[in-house]
């Protein structure tokens, strides 16, 4: 490991665990000590989650393109590079444990959130989830996050975000047309889906960002 990398790992686990003396509040008072998130509270998992995906959000928070209360002044009190250096240090963190997601053939229609992850409504236009973000949501690359593990409710609270317009709409302007296209009933059910889904193996994601 180079000592620039060094550093920079350092100065990000100081943000996370710490803040920063500008008023950035340590990221593990609301994501976890492991960056494992905050299901009660709606706090996303950010350990194992990529690097630049990480970064990207963190730039978009800081620029107002992505709307959050509590992380567009926090985001907007880091540099550039303190931004980049956290979002290296949650992204080299092992997710936790969970229960493994199935995308084999016996899912229903009738289990909503499985059938929308897995197969999707074609009549309807709705691709299924796993197109995007990988078998058992896992994640690809920098651009598609994982969704295994993520806490239902921010899962919810992001689908929403993309049908009222405060969350921008990402590669391709997906998101906002696939969300326009769920109910409250399949939006509950997705999101209870993957959240009670396996994270994806230590280092999974840092080989994706590569990718």
Not at 8 to 35: E, F, P
Not at 78 to 92: C, I, W
Not at 100 to 121: H, L, Y
Request: charged residues 15%.
């Amino acid at each position: 490991m180079s000592s620039a990398h060094a550093d920079d790992l350092s100065t990000g686990q100081t943000i996370a665990m710490q803040g920063t003396a500008k008023g950035v509040a340590a990221c593990i008072s609301c994501h976890g000590a492991k960056g494992e998130g905050n299901a009660a509270a709606g706090f996303p998992r950010l350990a194992g989650v990529s690097g630049p995906y990480l970064s990207a959000q963190l730039a978009a928070f800081a620029d107002g393109t992505r709307q959050n209360p509590i992380m567009q002044p926090m985001a907007k009190l880091l540099s550039a590079h303190e931004r980049d250096a956290v979002a290296q240090y949650f992204a080299g963190l092992q997710p936790p444990p969970g229960i493994k997601a199935s995308d084999n053939e016996s899912v229903q229609p009738s289990d909503v959130g499985a059938w929308i992850a897995t197969r999707g409504r074609w009549n309807e236009d709705l691709p299924a989830c796993v197109q995007c973000h990988g078998p058992g949501g896992i994640g690809v690359g920098a651009t598609f996050p994982p969704l295994a593990g993520q806490p239902a409710s921010y899962i919810a609270s992001q689908l929403h975000g993309w049908q009222s317009g405060t969350r921008p709409p990402g590669p391709m302007a997906l998101m906002p047309a696939i969300a326009s296209k769920l109910s409250d009933t399949d939006i509950t059910a997705v999101a209870a889906y993957y959240g009670g889904t396996e994270a994806p193996a230590e280092g999974a994601s840092a080989s994706r960002s590569k990718q």
